[in-house]
């Protein structure tokens, strides 16, 4: 009844071992790395779409410069509403108004480029929405 | 071979053969360590990165909205300063880890002057020299005044538009 209890690692439970760690930590190390990635990403697109934006606001500007040194010619301009793209979808509309030779900014504001259209995308299922 | 020697032969072998596999193991850990870590490392610069593009774009903006709501008169060229945590610096209180210089050009038309801004967002490094210092981000405005400016007299021929 003098039984030694024997508790040891047989040969290849190091492998199996290393196996799963080895695989965990390639799981981890590629998850952190997509994830920083799409972050990088991320803001990027956001830092481009400031450029964008800065770069319509400073051609609104350009634009007032234009009209006012026409209104200093005597020249009215032809639209007091010009539209300046940011991004595909996106456009700055400035709307100005002139009195008695004199330039005013009326409104500066972000607009869709395209008008949603609502029928376009009508419900592709046949469920009935009971009430 | 005789039989009182048989099991220690075969128990020494077999250690010897699980010290052989733990060398192997650990030999191979440290090789898939080395690629693993700089995969982190990688993905923390990275992080860091992003963070540093994100912060350099606020500040820009904030420079470029200081910039833009002063009068023509006031507008010169300004530094806002940050801590290495994006913090705003006041000037002299602590030594600055990035900044955000706003550039103005004066470019006089018929009726009035369009300011050109440059905003550039640099990171200062170890030494703190200027050759040291890393560019991130670089953001370009725009903003007209109706008025020739600077002037020397300091008076305004009309108004400032909006």
């Not at chain 2, 060398?23 to 850990?29: K, P």
């Not at chain 2, 360590?33 to 994100?54: I, T």
């Amino acid at each position: 009844m003098n039984r030694k209890l024997n508790m040891s690692f047989g040969t290849g439970a190091p492998v199996i071992l290393l196996v799963f760690v080895v695989l965990c930590l390639t799981v981890l190390a590629s998850l952190s790395l997509m994830t920083a990635l799409s972050d990088f990403r991320l803001t990027e697109k956001s830092t481009d779409y400031t450029a964008a934006y800065y770069a319509a606001d400073s051609a609104a500007e350009a634009w007032l410069a234009e009209v006012d040194a026409g209104l200093s010619r005597g020249t009215l301009p032809e639209s007091v509403t010009a539209s300046f793209p940011v991004t595909d979808r996106q456009a700055l509309q400035v709307t100005i108004s002139v009195t008695d030779g004199r330039l005013r900014l009326l409104e500066e504001k972000l607009t869709a480029v395209e008008v949603w259209d609502y029928d376009e995308h009508l419900p592709q299922f046949s469920d009935v929405i009971v009430e | 071979m005789n039989s009182a020697d048989r099991p220690r032969s075969a128990g020494v072998s077999r250690l010897s053969v699980f010290l052989l596999e733990l060398i192997i193991v650990i030999v191979f850990f440290a090789m898939a360590s080395a690629v693993l870590l700089q995969v982190f490392a990688k993905a923390d610069q990275l992080s860091d990165r992003a963070e540093n593009l994100s912060c350099a774009a606020a500040a820009a903006t904030d420079a470029a909205e200081g910039q833009r709501i002063l009068s023509p008169e006031e507008i010169e060229t300004r530094r806002y300063y940050y801590d290495e945590n994006w913090e705003p610096l006041a000037e002299g209180s602590g030594p600055p880890s990035f900044y955000a210089e706003a550039a103005p050009e004066f470019s006089v038309g018929e009726a009035g002057t369009l300011v050109s801004f440059t905003i550039t967002v640099r990171q200062i490094g170890e030494s703190r020299k200027d050759a040291d210092q890393i560019p991130l981000y670089t953001l370009q405005t725009k903003k007209y005044y109706s008025g020739k400016y600077p002037q020397s007299d300091g008076t305004q021929e009309k108004e400032e538009v909006q």
